[in-house]
């Protein structure tokens, strides 16, 4: 049995030669890299929506050189702490399936037996995840419109992406783990200060939403050397200042053989309640 259910009318998907089907009769084809699209073409906002090829390549080079490994690593300890025996994880808007697999292998080497899931809009970046991760499920789909079932959850994690609350609340067991990434005050402070005249830093809140309760929240702050301009530029691809940076402020960043920055995480800890 799949860890998704079906799009379409919710009911269980299972394997079948190269598909995912429902005892309703609905289809959806496995990629050949072993992800599977459960993304209606009624909702989809564009004709590739999410990270494109360049995006997706330079998301997977600048993590698989361990620049967020501090990262990584403390939610790796986080998910050992807040999850039983055999805990069902969902990594919404899991990108390259880094954070996922990170999890995945601690909480097997932890003695745990989990299930594991991935979701992603783009398609280009879920190449990358299910190519890596074998043993996890990845689907091209929305956070607002997960394809997975009622209180079926123990842990979510959503690093950097879309806070769709209420589909959160409703896959989420009651007592089940939400682990919400956010930047710190001066995350990426210095390349801020290279792309604009006069960056501000992140504002820093802590806000409670309904039908979860606030566990804690975990600082995560390292500082990193790019050693190269194709490490620098992969890092500025990531990041939400790619769309809105000023040409100068972009030039300005091409023209930089080397940058040394901070980066600050927090991690939001909530249970469902």
């Excluded at 398609?123 to 499920?137: G, N, Q, S, T, V």
């Excluded at 000023?246 to 091409?254: C, D, E, F, Y």
């Amino acid at each position: 049995m799949s860890f998704f259910c079906c799009p379409v009318c919710g009911a269980p998907l299972e394997q079948a030669g190269g598909a995912l089907r429902c005892g309703k009769g609905h289809s959806f084809d496995t990629a050949r890299e072993g992800y599977t699209h459960l993304l209606p073409p009624n909702r989809k906002h564009s004709a590739a929506p999410g990270d494109d090829k360049g995006m997706a390549a330079a998301r997977r080079t600048f993590l698989s050189k361990g620049y967020y490994a501090p990262l990584r690593d403390a939610l790796c300890d986080l998910a050992v702490r807040y999850t039983g025996s055999a805990p069902a994880v969902l990594d919404a808007g899991c990108g390259e399936g880094y954070y996922t697999g990170g999890i995945y292998r601690t909480l097997q080497a932890a003695g745990k037996q989990p299930r594991a899931a991935g979701i992603d809009i783009s398609k280009f970046i879920l190449r990358y995840a299910a190519k890596a991760e074998k043993d996890i499920e990845f689907a091209v789909a929305s956070s607002y419109h997960l394809p997975v079932a009622d209180a079926s959850v123990d842990l979510l994690i959503n690093c950097f992406s879309p806070l769709a609350l209420e589909e959160f609340s409703r896959v989420l067991r009651p007592g089940g783990a939400f682990f919400y990434v956010v930047p710190g005050a001066m995350h990426l402070w210095e390349m801020k200060q290279v792309l604009y005249d006069s960056p501000y830093p992140n504002e820093e809140k802590e806000t409670p939403y309904p039908g979860f309760a606030y566990r804690e929240i975990v600082p995560v702050s390292d500082t990193i050397t790019l050693p190269s301009q194709e490490d620098i530029h992969a890092l500025f691809q990531m990041t939400p200042y790619f769309w809105k940076t000023p040409q100068a402020g972009t030039a300005r960043l091409s023209a930089l053989e080397t940058l040394t920055v901070r980066t600050e995480f927090r991690i939001h800890v909530f249970t469902r309640e």
